[in-house]
Structures are given as C-alpha cells and as structure tokens.
C-alpha cells in the first residue's frame, strides 16, 4: 500500500513540475561541458566563464524565463589544479528548482595525451515536498567525480557527477554514469567538424538512458553551427539545434532552441506539452598569449 500511495503522488508531482535535481545544467551541456564532468575543469584556459539565459514564449507579448545558469573555471596559479563553480536555477513548468555545484580537477601532462581527474559536490533545492515543511527535505546533495582523457584532436571521458546523491520519498535524482567522447576534423583557417557523443546509463531505476549526437560545423573558426540529437531508451528522439558566433578570440555568444524541454523526463499520459525553450548563451575565455585555442572551446 505505501508502495502504491508513493508512485501516486510522484506522478502528480511530475505532471506539473519539473523535479529532477540536475536539469538545467545537463539539458544545456553542449555550451556548458563543465555538467558533464568535473575534470573538464580548466580545461578551456586560464579562465572560462559561461551563462545562459532560457526563455519559453507562453503566448504573451514578452518571454517567460525559465531558466537561468553561470558557470565558472579556471586554473589554480600556475600548478595542475583547476575549479569550477556552477549555480542554476529552473521555472519550467509549475515549480522551481535551483542549486550549486563545485568542482576541483588535477590535470598531467604526458607527451602523446593529458589525463585529468575531477571531483564535484553540490546540492539542488526541489520544490516542497507534500506533507512537510522542513527545508532539510527539500535539499538533494550530491557529489561525484570523472576522468578525461584528451589527445591533440580528441577527448575521452567518463564520469559519474551524481554518484552519491540523496533521493527523498518523492524526488527523483538522475544518477548516470556518462561516457562522452569527441573529435576534431579539419582545418581553423578554412571549415571544421567538430563531433562528439554522450551516452548517459542511468543507476536510477525510475529513469532511462539516454544518447546524444552533437556535430558542430565551424566556418573560419568564427561561426558555428549544429545540434544536438537525443535519443532516449524506448522513447521518441529531440532536436536541439544550435548557432554561435566568436565575436572575438575570447568572446562568443549563442542561441540553442529545445522544441521538447521535458524530454529527458519521464512524463505520464495526458501530460500537457510545455513551449519549447529559447537560450541564449554568451562565453568569455581567456588563455595565455600566443597560445591555441584549447580544444574544448572548440566543441
């Protein structure tokens, strides 16, 4: 019976809200590595700063905003340790979410690869849960760690940003472990291809997992353009393209549009289909004079 009773009012919960304590950050990964990996720390230069701004258009003259995140890194001095630090918050659907997450990573330079190892930890703030008004319970910590491989062209990686977390009577946490490879084809000068691939298998019983595409065509180095194509296990895929523009060697801003931002949720029938989510995102970098871009601006 207390069986029954919880999968009842965790299917009221989720037909208007959105519960689940990461979606702002890994919705919007591909502008935001950094959600996927904690040893991706650092690795976009001496300093790297992201924000992206969700808006879903209702039917009124002006945007609704939905979603709001920053993300910061960067290198500690001179050594190998890197930090990271992101915040979100989320009003999609009924309810807000939002939370923090920090992160630390310790990179080794080899001659033909670097290896970098990341830690994480954080917490979400879901929506009050029924029948309590402890703000304990509204709490999910988590903690996690990864590793990245990366070579002149090409990154591997595998992670697991929630392997610890907390999951009360109602709020789902996702779990995944994530294995995430990308490539680089081509030339800055002229035309690029950037592709890679996450696939996300999910310890979390109640959720599925999931496989993402994402190529990126990049003209001159200052224009890009692609998407993101989802897939979910036994599920309908989404499209997210993408477009941005490098308004200088450290500056560059972009537009993403999700036509379905609840697809990585497992919603009921009947469930009432929300707008898609417009967001737009700017990204300030900074490395050493004379140096390359690092690899992982590029994706």
């Given at each position: 019976m207390q069986k029954?009773?919880?999968k009842t009012l965790f299917i009221l919960l989720l037909s208007n809200t959105t519960l689940l304590a990461q979606f702002g950050l890994s919705d919007?990964?591909?502008f935001n590595l950094l959600a996927v990996n904690p040893a991706f720390a650092g690795e976009r230069g001496n300093f790297g700063v992201t924000a992206l701004l969700g808006n879903q258009f209702v039917g009124?003259?002006?945007?609704?905003?939905?979603?709001?995140?920053?993300?910061?890194?960067?290198?500690?001095?001179t050594g190998n340790s890197s930090i990271g630090f992101?915040?979100?918050?989320?009003?999609?659907?009924?309810?807000?979410n939002?939370?923090?997450s920090l992160s630390y990573a310790y990179a080794l330079n080899f001659d033909l690869v670097r290896l970098s190892f990341g830690l994480n930890g954080g917490f979400g703030v879901s929506p009050p849960v029924i029948g309590s008004?402890?703000?304990a319970n509204q709490l999910i910590p988590y903690a996690g760690l990864g590793l990245m491989a990366a070579i002149k062209n090409g990154f591997v990686s595998v992670s697991a940003p929630t392997l610890v977390s907390k999951t009360n009577l109602f709020i789902p946490t996702r779990k995944p472990i994530n294995v995430m490879l990308g490539y680089r084809l081509g030339s800055s000068e002229s035309i690029a291809l950037n592709i890679s691939a996450l696939a996300g298998f999910e310890r979390n019983n109640s959720l599925s997992n999931f496989y993402h595409i994402?190529?990126?065509i990049w003209i001159s180095n200052k224009v890009g353009f692609g998407g993101s194509i989802r897939f979910k296990q036994n599920d309908d895929s989404n499209i997210v393209p993408f477009l941005q523009y490098r308004v200088s060697e450290s500056s560059s801003v972009g537009i993403t549009y999700d036509p379905n931002p609840f697809s990585a949720i497992p919603t009921q029938p009947g469930f009432s289909p929300q707008s898609g989510v417009i967001q737009l995102v700017y990204k300030y970098d900074v490395f050493g004079r004379g140096e390359d871009t690092p690899l992982l601006n590029l994706f």
């Open positions: 029954i009773i919880r919007d990964y591909p009124s003259f002006t945007p609704r905003q939905v979603s709001q995140i920053i993300s910061l890194e960067g290198k500690v001095g992101q915040g979100y918050r989320n009003s999609l659907g009924t309810a807000t939002s939370g923090l008004t402890s703000f994402n190529p990126k």
